[in-house]
């Protein structure tokens, strides 16, 4: 087993003509931990989220998973290296029923992907990736619309069947983009539970949302950025009277 940080990041930078999107961001992510990551509106968190997961290419940095360097590779060889992302704006297809959104989902999965290759039938993991489907489809109170069009979801029902079918790539790490916007609050806490049973399965999650309170509550370590900058990363209750920090959500406010 590889010692270290699941994930680390150094020196992360992106440009987009000339604004600085993200300016030098270093961190990591020890595995098995929930990490959030908070800043006020435009700090280059998603960009963050972008350029770690490879959907967006570095001007300059280095990404490492379980100490490799991934930073030249693509989105989907990143996930199949079990790192897995959703995005803030979903991205589901409308086109394609829930359950058919899902099962595309389980194409990457890695779990026991080996041991189907050598010694299972195509129909076992078909069997296998229908069967986890179900049990997510039924926690996230999605069971029902199985047979509906993505398309007809509702905002919060489509964020939480990206939730399902990044969960159907059975990833080791899983950063969420403002999993909870738009979601009924009534789920919210079932997403948050999730969250809890994930970790306690050894999964990692990078975590952005809008509600400190709530990232301050599950996170193990919060990671707070500015101006595509890391200000502080620590324990929530040390992140969360860091001076800086609440200068940069509260400076400029009278
Ligand atoms: P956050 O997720 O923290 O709100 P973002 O990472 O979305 O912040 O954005 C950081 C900055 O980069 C913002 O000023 C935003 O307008 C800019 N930005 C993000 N994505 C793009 C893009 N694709 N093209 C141009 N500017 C972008
Ligand atoms: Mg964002």
Redesign the pocket.
Known sequence: MSAGPILRVEGLKKT??G?V??DGASFEVEKGTVVGLI??????????F?LVTGF?EADDGDVYLRGENVVDTSPEERSKRGMVRTF?ITRELTGMKVRQNMHLGGQDHRGEKVVHALAGTASDREAEIADRAERLLKHLELWDLRDEYAGNLSGGQRKLLELGRALMADPDVLLL?EPMAGVNPSLTDEIIDMIHELKADGLTVLI?EHDVDMIMNISDKVIG?HQ?RVLTSGPPEVVQNDEDLLEAYFGGEV
């Open positions: 987009f003509g604004l999107a993200v800043g006020p509106n435009g700090a280059g968190k998603s960009t963050t972008n967006y803030q983009d952005v950025m595509g």
